[in-house]
């Protein structure tokens, strides 16, 4: 077969004007299925990066016993530190944590009626991966289920912390199964805009077969319309969410650092991460069209 560029570019370019009401349409469709797919990525990635910044603040607080030595808590410390687990280990002396109590509780009545100091030392320590929580915590159990030598009481907020991480797991799979189902749509029309191209030069198709056109000849052409089709549709979708980025998440993102402190957002946060989400949308809009030119091709054009 000899590769023709002016003719396999003039033939598509003439199929789309033959056919313009239904590439519109599927340009249309694609580009706002590609623009709701993009707008849900980058609200999917602030929300991982919110739990993940919520994750990364679990950690355990060990309280100790009053009688607990000098020397056991240094050996406790040390203990902790050896842990792959763990990634700090903060000692916090009862001065410290009564002295912490009155500048969170400052004006508070509560103040007036503490006399002495009844707050406990502890150690607060923060993890490399916030899903083992639970496993450090029970490390400071004996096997009857009462705390090892000189701690008092272990917290890790364990149902806020499975909560936490059922939410990561489900949220992940939705996006996933929401994202696949919008590709899916938009594979389905490209591929419809396609099958009523091939139908209604069905004659022409003959005609070029019998007088000797290969497959390949025939196909390049759908080819060439269905990837057009995806990376304009793709493109448009890409404006429209730059325009929506610059207006209306930057907002909402600009917000969201103020009040939870996160850094690695989107648009604000990483930079590098809505070039990312751009540029993928538009591979993904050219390999939709070809993917489902071919298996409308598969269908309706013979090997």
């Known amino acids: 077969m000899i590769f023709r560029p002016r003719y396999f570019f003039g033939e598509t370019f003439s199929g789309l004007r033959r056919n313009f009401l239904m590439f519109f349409t599927a340009i249309t469709t694609v580009a706002i299925t590609l623009f709701i797919v993009g707008f849900f990525l980058i609200i999917v990635y602030d929300v991982q990066a919110i739990l993940s910044s919520v994750k990364s603040q679990v950690e355990v607080a060990v309280y100790l016993k009053d009688n607990a030595t000098d020397e056991l808590k240094s050996y406790l410390e040390q203990e902790i530190k050896s842990w792959d687990e763990v990634s700090e280990v903060i000692y916090v002396s009862k001065e410290q944590a009564l002295e912490k109590f009155k500048q969170d509780n400052e004006g508070s009545d509560i103040l007036k009626e503490i006399q002495g100091n009844p707050l406990p030392a502890s150690f607060e320590i923060r993890l490399q991966s916030p899903e083992k929580v639970e496993q450090i915590a029970l490390r400071f159990l004996t096997k009857d289920g009462t705390y090892i030598d000189g701690v008092d009481e272990v917290i890790y907020g364990q149902n806020y912390v499975q909560r936490l991480f059922s939410i990561t797991a489900i949220a992940g799979s939705i996006a996933f199964l929401i994202i696949i189902m919008l590709l899916l749509a938009a594979i389905v029309l490209i591929y419809n805009t396609i099958r009523l191209s091939i ?9 070029m077969k019998l007088v000797g056109a ?16 995806g990376f304009l549709g793709s493109v448009i979708s890409v404006i429209l969410l730059f325009i929506m980025s610059n207006y209306l998440l930057i907002r909402g993102e600009q917000a969201i650092i103020d009040t939870l402190k996160v850094k690695e957002l989107a648009i604000l946060g990483n930079t590098n991460v809505i070039m990312y989400i751009y540029a993928g949308i538009i591979l993904i809009g050219g390999l939709l069209g070809l993917i489902s030119s071919g298996f409308a091709l598969k269908k309706y054009i013979s090997v």
């Open 199 to 207: 139908h209604a030069r069905r004659k022409e198709i003959e005609v």
């Open 214 to 229: 290969t497959n390949w000849f025939v196909r390049i052409p759908f080819l060439f319309e269905g990837f057009f089709e």
